[in-house]
């Protein structure tokens, strides 16, 4: 719970990430040493930092800086002297409470620095702000342990060698490198949402991690427009998590789940973060508009009662912001819904010749689907077929299969 304030806050002395996250493992394990015998104390956060920073400053003057960076550390040079009495936790406590926000708002921009790779982001920002372990990155992305654990220190060495500064960016590199941020977030939550590969067709705890690091985000940042709705985004896909499986762990789509099983907590709260977004004027924003139309989803008792013409409309200026394949397909399902399926199906066909589609499951999916509800069905049986051979992802492949069977 404490890692990634008390890695951020010695970041902030040493400059240095790898360094930060080492001295914090080093302050947890005294604690174990410590607590063991003496107890736990009363305010354990508080303690975890100051011992933390007291290696830190250790290690600064092991290695005889510059003068100039002893000028930077300021009262905590002071510090080093001093013993943990409870009255320095107690200031100390106080202070970090100051400028903790600026500290983990500092290590979220820094480990989703655009020179590293979005893989590499991703799996340092889970490691140091969510606080898992290298085999639990590892298993929730199934890939082997050595790649994670290559691809974290992999990380730390460029931000290292690049001189990546450990500060928020000024306001005129803010706007990209906040882009850089909300992606990695989105993509955290996108592989639990959906997952790639695997026996599993969720992993609920990635979009866990996801929706708190973007909590937290949103509260360091309340002026950003699109860190609320991508946090109002969230929230409401996370709603439905409950309905998308049945009891087997089965896939359930949009259009055949209870949504009497999709948590109202969740639809208030992403409801309540698109509110903030739209008064702050982002109403367009990428993740926004995605919010929008979950939002039109949520608010509808059932599919017939989907007011899918404001989709199809939502689905527009999502392509004039962020005009994708992907995007586009999506957008031919609510064609479907609004229009019928062949006017969606002339879309589709358009999207074959895309070759960012050609490995995509999910075109021939949406095609077969077309094709069933026109009524050719050999066709779809064979892009059922084709879209099961695609996936990488066990209860999507038998899903797709199971509705190929369907065709006859």
């Known amino acids: 719970m404490e890692s990634a304030k008390v890695i951020a806050s010695v970041a902030r002395v040493v400059r240095d990430v790898a360094l930060a996250e080492e001295l914090a493992q080093d302050a947890f394990v005294a604690a174990l040493e410590h607590w063991t015998d003496a107890g736990v104390p009363d305010k354990p956060g508080a303690w975890l930092m100051t011992t933390a920073k007291n290696k830190a400053l250790d290690r600064l003057r092991q290695h005889t800086l510059h003068a100039r960076k002893h000028e930077e550390l300021g009262r905590d040079l002071d510090a080093q002297e001093m013993h943990i009495t409870p009255d320095f936790v107690d200031a100390l406590d106080a202070a970090r ?51 994670i654990a290559q691809r974290i220190v992999r990380a730390k060495r460029t931000l290292t060698a690049a001189r990546v500064p450990f500060e928020v960016p000024q306001a005129d590199a803010r706007a990209a490198r906040l882009a850089s941020v909300l992606e990695v977030i989105y993509l955290i939550f996108n592989e639990g949402y959906s997952a790639t590969a695997g026996d599993d067709w969720m992993r609920p705890a990635l979009c866990e991690d996801a929706l708190r690091l973007g909590r937290i985000l949103a509260e360091l940042m309340p002026t950003e427009s699109e860190v609320h709705g991508l946090v109002a985004l969230m929230e409401i896909q996370a709603s439905r998590t409950k309905a998308r499986v049945d009891a087997q762990g089965r896939p359930i789509l949009l259009l055949d789940q209870d949504r009497s ?8 709260r992403g409801l309540t973060a698109l509110q903030r977004s739209e008064t ?129």
């Open 97 to 147: 409470e100051d400028d903790i926000g600026d500290d983990l708002l500092r290590l979220i921009f820094t480990a989703c620095h655009p020179v590293l790779s979005v893989d590499a982001r991703a799996a340092l920002t889970l490691r140091l702000l969510g606080g898992l372990t290298t085999d639990e990155i590892a298993r929730a992305f199934l890939v082997p342990e050595p790649t």
């Open 280 to 408: 702050l004027g982002g109403g367009r924003g990428v993740y926004a508009v995605q919010a929008a139309l979950a939002a039109c989803h949520a608010r509808a008792p059932s599919a017939d009662a989907t007011d899918w013409l404001m989709i199809v409309a939502l689905y527009d200026a999502l392509m004039q912001t962020a005009p994708t394949p992907v995007v586009e397909l999506n957008r031919a399902v609510a064609v479907s819904m609004a229009y019928g399926p062949q006017a969606a199906l002339d879309i589709v066909d358009d999207l074959r010749k895309e070759p960012a589609l050609r490995t995509y499951p999910w075109l021939p999916s949406v095609r077969a689907d077309l094709l069933a509800k026109l009524g050719r069905k050999d066709e779809a049986r064979e892009e059922f077929a084709r879209a099961a051979a695609l996936t990488r992802n066990a209860r999507e492949q038998a899903f797709l299969l199971g509705r190929a069977e369907e065709m006859g």
């Open 261 to 268: 099983r999709w948590d109202p907590l969740l639809i208030r």
